[in-house]
């Protein structure tokens, strides 16, 4: 959990949805290079640029730690007080000699199963939770970072489009 939540780590969470992002934005910027004619190219060399993500990474970060904070895992005094001392005696069902034998078979130790248990479910939900808070807040940073501005210049771009085609927009 501590390396998927390690915002530079190459594996974590930071790292991979920058790539993921940066993937869909250059197809974007792509695809929008068919709309660039002499007369559009300055509001689709415009668009081209707002199509980028790093307004977002520069607050996502802070956002991400502060919600990193408030997910934690609860203390590991929680857990350990699931731990059990357990004792398995192989001699309980002999009798004679082989019960002095199994005797020297009898195994001590502690049973993590349940702390494990209990820490796995409380991390998968802590994780959950985390997500979809994330998400909210980066569906937030995209739309007024790049999807608002963007949005902003497509009537201009479709004007200069129509003017060129000769084609009135319905």
């Known amino acids: 959990m501590a390396v998927y939540l390690d915002?530079?780590?190459?594996?974590?969470?930071?790292?991979v949805f920058q790539s993921h992002l940066n993937q869909r934005l250059a197809a974007?910027?792509?695809?929008?290079?068919?709309?660039r004619t002499e007369h559009s190219a300055p509001v689709a060399a415009r668009i081209q640029e707002l199509l980028v993500s790093d307004s977002v990474f520069r607050e996502l970060p802070e956002v991400y730690r502060v919600l990193a904070r408030k997910y934690d895992l609860p203390p590991l005094a929680h857990y350990s007080s699931l731990v059990t001392y357990s004792k398995h005696d192989p001699s309980e069902w002999e009798t004679g000699f082989s019960r002095?034998?199994?005797?020297?078979?009898?195994?001590?130790?502690?049973d993590l199963l349940p702390a494990i248990l209990q820490m796995e479910e409380d991390a998968a939900a802590q994780l959950n939770t985390f997500q979809a808070a994330l998400r909210a807040q980066t569906v937030l940073l995209i739309d007024r970072h790049i999807l608002t501005p963007v949005?902003?210049?497509?009537?201009?771009?479709?004007a200069l489009?129509?003017?060129?085609?000769?084609?009135?927009?319905?």
């Open 151 to 158: 949005q902003k210049k497509f009537p201009l771009l479709q």
């Open 28 to 35: 974007l910027r792509q695809a929008l290079s068919p709309c």
């Open 100 to 110: 002095l034998i199994a005797k020297a078979f009898t195994r001590y130790g502690y």
């Open 161 to 170: 489009l129509d003017a060129r085609t000769g084609a009135q927009t319905p």
């Open 7 to 15: 915002w530079q780590s190459p594996t974590g969470f930071g790292v």
